[in-house]
């Protein structure tokens, strides 16, 4: 296998420019998109919601109806079977009205769950599918933002769509049918002031969609002090930085109630336009109707009731569809938020052609890797080495060498700018995911642990693993004794990223979880960093133990865990500079011994 240029550049300035093409797409666009994919696939809950509207629009017109007839009916009581008539209707209509309501609401919140719940799972595998690029240019109250708030979005501007043409505009239709049928020139007069109204709601749409983008990054800062204050707790006591914290989060609590202030003015800025119009409307209307209009009169006063009950009806539906512009502006700040991170272009990908790795001795061999973050200088500068199968091999060095980097490699959580990888005679970058990852175990110098039991962290490690695997792998990493100690033993919940142990008892979990994986390649990265001598001599030990056979790689600083590796590989800059046994390179008088002299006084050298 050759080398193979590094995508990672590469698809960091694809990401940028996909971000930017979103930014500059019309709102049409995304809305279309948005559409069809969800409507088209819920488009059965929708009918049948949107045919519940149609019953309740109907029911709402037959009552603007209806009250004319009351008032007519009223005007004569001695007709005893047209007053029994009328009230069965009205009670049959506004019973049919609440069944109906009934019915669209269940439907259409069902329907808008689901839309969630998939765009959420949607956003999360996305965002699970990405490479470790793409979580280092994310803050992840970014991320949660978007997973949170942008599906929520997309159901409103879905509802907004379906409850307004189905329910609001046939009402307002139906009403407006009403009143034209009882009063055809007061109706008339009434939708002449439909123009201004239309053209106040222009102007407040024109200020909408930057004020809610503001809000949006207000709430993401809220979430990114939360997380810091949270998983930052003993810095900010330590350094009490309690102040200073209170500020950013009191700026930032401020920005997002400025903005979602005058988010409330603008959205209801149109509740005073109609207001008014509707007054003006209403005095016009008792106005005229006391009045004959080219000689006809005002009609009776059942139909004078109907029509002001059909107008002052259709107040609500009016200004709900007033407000859904407003609303489906909003929500679309949400939705391209929502689009941007399911369009994210993969910053690592699995091969099409990708192979199970092989079995085999499990050698790693790297021939002429180099890499570099980004355009930044190259971490790695064509290393060439072969970490041989079965046996121990230590990576030291001072910090910034590269040593973290080339276990990122060795896992393809980054590809190299040049060179390859190897294991079994297989490029890792033709080998699938999860075959490659099998094969290793890592335990890195910042322990993870989940917000679970011990028990549940533990048997992550390897599907199929019982909980006597799990209790044969914690005390081999000697953290058995500390576990029975706990509340609950194993089933004892160890807070988050495992808050409520100490920093050894935490590395020692991690340890446990790598031997109960059971991989024949393990990876150390000062995996004794974190405990006192005692533990460190018995995890030593235990690392003695579990190591035979296996192709181990060790990061260390401290050369007391390396001492009795195979292979010691100096690194310096990016570069091997000294590799070979430890008599050897104490023998080459090199960097190494210099280290080992540094740690040990020259005690063991003979000087």
């Not at 949400?334 to 990708?354: C, F, H, I, N, W």
């Not at 276990?407 to 590809?415: A, E, G, K, Q, T």
Request: include cysteine.
């Amino acid at each position: 296998m050759g080398n193979k240029p590094q995508k990672s550049s590469f698809m960091s300035k694809k990401n940028n420019w996909h971000e930017r093409w979103l930014d500059r797409l019309p709102d049409d666009r995304l809305f279309t998109r948005l559409l069809l994919e969800s409507y088209r696939e819920h488009r059965w809950k929708y009918f049948a919601a949107s045919g519940a509207m149609v019953l309740v629009a109907v029911a709402t017109a037959l009552s603007a109806w209806m009250m004319g007839e009351i008032i007519d009916t009223l005007a004569n009581p001695e007709d005893r079977s047209r007053v029994r008539l009328i009230g069965i209707s009205i009670a049959l209509i506004f019973s049919f009205r609440g069944l109906a309501l009934y019915t669209q609401a269940v439907l259409m919140a069902r329907a808008g769950n689901r839309i969630v719940a998939q765009k959420q799972k949607q956003m999360y595998d996305r965002m699970l599918s990405q490479g470790v690029e793409f979580f280092n240019d994310k803050h992840s109250s970014q991320l949660l933002m978007k997973i949170t708030q942008s599906a929520q979005a997309a159901r409103s501007i879905i509802d907004s769509i379906v409850s307004g043409f189905a329910k609001d505009l046939l009402t307002l239709v139906g009403l407006v049918g009403v009143m034209f049928y009882q009063q055809p020139f007061l109706s008339v007069a009434c939708l002449v002031v439909v123009p201004i109204v239309l053209f106040g709601i222009r102007k407040i749409l024109k200020l909408v969609q930057e004020v809610m983008a503001e809000e949006m990054g207000g709430l993401a800062e809220i979430i990114k002090v939360v997380q810091e204050t949270s998983t930052g707790a003993r810095v900010v006591k330590a350094f009490a930085l309690e102040a200073q914290m209170t500020d950013r989060m009191d700026d930032a609590i401020c920005q997002v109630e400025e903005r979602r202030n005058r988010m409330t003015q603008l959205e209801a800025a149109t509740m005073p336009l109609l207001d008014i119009i509707a007054g003006v409307a209403i005095g016009l209307i008792v106005i005229l109707s006391s009045v004959s209009i080219f000689g006809q009169a005002p009609g009776t006063p059942g139909q004078l009731m109907s029509f002001v009950t059909a107008f002052l009806m259709s107040y609500e539906p009016a200004n709900r569809l007033s407000r859904m512009r407003v609303v489906i502006e909003r929500g679309m700040v949400g939705v391209r938020m929502m689009y941007k991170l399911l369009d994210t272009p993969q910053t690592l990908t699995e091969s099409a052609d990708a192979v199970a790795m092989p079995d085999g001795p499990n050698a790693v061999t790297l021939s002429n890797v180099s890499f570099s973050y980004g355009k930044k200088q190259r971490v790695l500068k064509n290393i060439s080495t072969t970490f041989e199968a079965g046996k121990t091999t230590a990576l030291v060095g001072p910090s910034g060498g590269g040593k973290s980097t080339l276990f990122d490699l060795l896992l393809r959580l980054y590809d190299p700018v040049e060179g390859s990888i190897m294991i079994n005679g297989l490029d890792i970058r033709t080998a699938t995911f999860k075959s490659l990852r099998s094969k290793i175990a890592f335990v890195g110098q910042d322990t993870f642990l989940f917000t679970a039991t011990v028990m549940e962290n533990l048997l992550l490690a390897r599907p199929g693993a019982t909980e006597e695997d799990a209790i044969a792998a914690a005390k081999t990493a000697h953290a058995h004794e500390f576990i029975e100690k706990l509340p609950k033993g194993y089933d004892t919940q160890i807070g988050e990223n495992g808050s409520f142990l100490s920093g050894g008892q935490r590395q020692r979990l991690s340890i446990a979880r790598a031997v109960l994986r059971q991989a024949p390649i393990l990876l150390l990265d000062e995996a004794t960093s974190a405990l006192d001598s005692h533990s460190e001599a018995l995890v030593r030990d235990a690392l003695e133990t579990i190591t035979s056979g296996v192709t181990t790689i060790v990061i260390a600083h401290r050369l007391s865990t390396v001492m009795n590796a195979d292979k010691i590989c100096y690194l310096e800059a990016g570069q091997i500079v000294e590799q070979g046994t430890i008599s050897d390179l104490i023998a080459a008088k090199g960097k190494f011994n210099d280290l080992y002299d540094m740690q040990y006084g020259g005690k063991e050298t003979g000087e």
